[in-house]
């Protein structure tokens, strides 16, 4: 089961729901791409989509404000009400799951392009270290391996308008 859901609240309902009726075992929202990682020592909202916003799952080994430690986000239900980055996402496999996709990859005539000034990862910023294509083939990847987390179903929105038109195309 896909989902094209513009507006990431839904998810939440989504997800809550087959949680009640057991048909749901973890789930959580996912991004990449989407914001700089600000201080991920307090609860922020870095995340924001039109109204909806949430912090990014935090950074270390440490809980804080009843926030689980980031090796803890996917299996603590404390971490539902976070944004997982792809580092403490990758690995685990969620019954439902959101992917934001941010700015940085993007659908433009008739394919997929990224806009690498548009990703925030420093290390994937950093020309001398990564090369465009490097780049492209990096940050398509962390897309994939969202996209693969969850076994029942994904939700899918994109900050991007045109990225969104043509999502709906393809969910149909």
Known sequence: ????????????????????????????????GHGA????????SDVQVGGWSRPWNLKGDRSV????????????????????CVYTAQGFEYDY?????????????????MVRSANKDPDFRNRI????????????????VLLARGVRGVAIHSVDPRTNDRLRVLAQ
């Open 37 to 44: 990682i600000r201080d991920q020592t307090a609860r922020s």
């Open 1 to 32: 089961m896909s989902r094209l859901l513009t507006r990431p609240p839904r998810w939440r309902r989504l997800w809550r729901r087959g949680s009640r009726t057991g048909t749901a075992g973890v789930s959580q929202p996912v991004t990449a």
């Open 129 to 144: 270290k990564v090369d465009d294509s490097q780049a492209d083939r990096l940050i398509r990847n962390v897309y994939k």
């Open 65 to 84: 404000g009843g926030a689980p430690a980031a090796a803890l986000w996917a299996t603590d239900p404390a971490g539902f009400e976070q944004v997982g």
């Open 97 to 113: 799951a959101g992917v934001i996709m941010g700015p940085d990859l993007v659908w433009r005539d008739d394919g997929w392009a």
